[in-house]
C-alpha cells in the first residue's frame, strides 16, 4: 500500500508541475476541468445524489465554473486589478470555510440534504478550479502556494505518525492530531524561512504579509481535510473513491487545495 501510495504522488506531482508549468493557460484549465468532473462526480456520491440528477450536478458545475472562467477572464483584461467576478467567488469561498464549514464541523451538522450538500459541493469544488486556473499566469508562484499545503499535508502525516498522542477531531478524523498539526506549522515555517531567501524579488511574501499568507493557506489547509473527512463519515465511506491507488479518490488529494487555494487568491493581490 505505503508503495503504490508513494508511486501514486511521485507520478500525480510530476505531471502537475509539468502542466502547470509548461501548458498555456487556455489548455491548463482544460485540464483542471477535467479533475473538477472527477471530483464533482465523487461528491455527487457523498451527497447522495443519484442517476441522472448526479449527472446533472456534474453538468451544473462544469457549465457554472467555465462560465464564470470566461467572465473573470474578460473582466481582467490586461488589467492587473482582480476581476470583480474573481473577488465575489473567492470572497464567498472564504466565508464559506469560516463561516459555515467551520461550524458545520464543530457542531457535527448532519446534513442530509441532497440539495444543501450540491450546493456545499458548488462552493467547495468551483472557487479551487478558478484560482488554480487564474493563477497558473505566474506558474512558479502558484507552485510555491501549492507546496505549503503539500508540506503541511506531508509534516502533519509524519508527524502524527511519529508523535501523534492527542486527538485534534476525534468525532470526525481520529486518525488526525494536534502533533500533527505542530509538525504542519514548523515544516511551514522553515518553507517560508528558505522561499524568502531564495525569492527576494517576490515583494509582499516577505515579512509579515508573507507570514500571514503562509500561515492562512496552511491552516485552511487543515479545515477542508477535516471537512472532508467528517462528509465522508456522514456518508459512511472511507475514500471518496477509488481511481487513485493508494490515495483513494480524488477529492481525496485536493481537499486541502479546495480550502487554501481560494483564500491565496483572494489575499495575493493585496500583497504585490
Not at 450546493?119 to 486556473?133: D, Q, R, S, T
Not at 518553507?191 to 509579515?208: D, P, Q
Request: hydrophobic letters at 60%.
Amino acid at each position: 500500500m505505503l508503495k503504490a501510495r508513494l508511486a501514486t504522488a511521485l507520478t500525480l506531482l510530476a505531471a502537475f508541475i509539468a502542466a502547470a508549468l509548461f501548458l498555456p493557460n487556455r489548455w491548463w484549465a482544460a485540464l483542471l476541468l477535467a479533475v473538477l468532473a472527477l471530483a464533482s462526480w465523487e461528491w455527487g456520491a457523498l451527497a447522495g445524489i443519484r442517476g441522472t440528477r448526479r449527472s446533472l450536478f456534474v453538468g451544473a458545475v462544469l457549465v457554472s465554473a467555465w462560465t464564470i472562467g470566461q467572465i473573470a477572464g474578460e473582466e481582467g483584461g490586461g488589467s492587473n486589478r482582480q476581476p470583480a467576478m474573481e473577488v465575489a467567488v473567492y470572497g464567498a469561498s472564504v466565508a464559506f470555510w469560516l463561516l459555515i464549514a467551520l461550524p458545520w464541523m464543530m457542531r457535527r451538522w448532519q446534513v442530509r440534504s441532497p440539495l444543501a450538500l450540491a450546493a456545499a459541493g458548488w462552493i467547495v469544488l468551483v472557487p479551487a478550479w478558478l484560482a488554480l486556473a487564474r493563477l497558473q499566469a505566474e506558474p512558479e508562484r502558484l507552485l510555491a502556494l501549492l507546496g505549503v499545503v503539500w508540506i503541511a499535508d506531508t509534516a502533519a502525516f509524519v508527524a502524527g505518525r511519529a508523535w501523534g498522542r492527542h486527538q485534534l477531531a476525534p468525532a470526525i478524523s481520529p486518525a488526525k492530531s494536534w502533533e500533527g498539526v505542530a509538525g504542519a506549522c514548523a515544516a511551514v515555517a522553515v518553507y517560508y524561512v528558505a522561499l524568502s531567501i531564495f525569492t527576494t524579488e517576490w515583494r509582499g511574501w516577505h515579512g509579515w504579509s508573507g507570514a500571514l499568507l503562509f500561515a492562512g493557506v496552511a491552516l485552511m489547509s487543515i479545515v477542508g481535510d477535516l471537512y472532508e473527512s467528517w462528509i465522508k463519515r456522514q456518508a459512511g465511506v472511507k475514500d471518496s473513491g477509488a481511481l487513485l491507488p493508494g490515495h483513494g479518490g480524488v477529492l481525496d488529494r485536493i481537499d486541502s487545495v479546495n480550502s487554501s487555494i481560494p483564500f491565496a487568491a483572494l489575499l495575493l493581490p493585496f500583497l504585490r
